[in-house]
T-cell receptor, first 112, second 112 residues
Framework: DAGITQSPRHKVTETGTPVTLRCHQT?????MYWYRQDPGHGLRLIHY???????DKGEVSDGYSVSRSKTEDFLLTLESATSSQTSVYFC???????????FGEGSWLTVV | SQQGEEDPQALSIQEGENATMNCSYK?????LQWYRQNSGRGLVHLIL?????REKHSGRLRVTLDTSKKSSSLLITASRAADTASYFC????????????FGTGTRLTIIP
């Protein structure tokens, strides 16, 4: 298994609170991604990073921000959580653009 | 919007039978990939087929790609109970292929 650790794995939070999800990799891969998975929508890309301090938006980036200060860490922040952000969040990594990506085990977030 | 759309959404077959899933996409691609997801887990890469390839095999998996029809199929032969999972296609476009776009998946159930 690729060395990807997501934390926390499960979280319940209240509407309006900030939430940060962390992804840590030990593979030294250049690309890191945050996806969310919802029934009927499959996986949708939130943000991705192509290097330290280099990030770009995906298709559902509103309400989310990311940071990558080190190769191994990619943080996803919900500045003010809403119920529509209740989802399963997956971190993924890739050595090269468009190539195989490796997924973490997911973080289940519930916003009440 | 989703680039890949899998068909059918759900499929149930008897153990030992073959399972076929299809994926259609909309824009030119660099490659197409198939992933499997067991319930409650992250996605696992199965196979990658490049736009200049028409067929690829990996164990009991056979993938075909028809770029003129913008479609791909995944065949699992001699299915086993352990093949029960959701299967997703993902495409890397020719433009900005650092982002993989996933379909909504096919839920495969193998009946023992």
């Amino acid at each position: 298994d690729a060395g990807i650790t997501q934390s926390p794995r499960h979280k319940v939070t209240e509407t309006g609170t900030p939430v940060t999800l962390r992804c840590h990799q030990t593979e030294n891969h250049r690309y890191m991604y945050w996806y969310r998975q919802d029934p009927g929508h499959g996986l949708r890309l939130i943000h991705y990073s192509y290097g330290v301090k280099d990030t770009d938006k995906g298709e559902v980036s509103d309400g989310y921000s990311v940071s990558r200060s080190k190769t191994e860490d990619f943080l996803l922040t919900l500045e003010s959580a809403t119920s529509s952000q209740t989802s399963v969040y997956f971190c993924a990594i890739s050595e090269r653009a468009g190539n195989t990506i490796y997924f973490g085990e997911g973080s289940w977030l519930t916003v009440v | 919007s989703q680039q890949g759309e899998e068909d059918p959404q759900a499929l149930s077959i008897q153990e030992g039978e073959n399972a076929t899933m299809n994926c259609s996409y909309k824009t030119s691609i660099n490659n197409l990939q198939w992933y499997r997801q067991n319930s409650g887990r992250g996605l696992v890469h199965l196979i990658l087929i490049r736009s200049n390839e028409r067929e690829k095999h990996s164990g009991r998996l056979r993938v075909t790609l028809d770029t003129s029809k913008k479609s791909s199929s995944l065949l699992i032969t001699a299915s086993r109970a352990a093949d029960t999972a959701s299967y997703f296609c993902a495409t890397a476009s020719n433009f900005g292929n650092e982002k993989l776009t996933f379909g909504t998946g096919t839920r495969l159930t193998i009946i023992p």
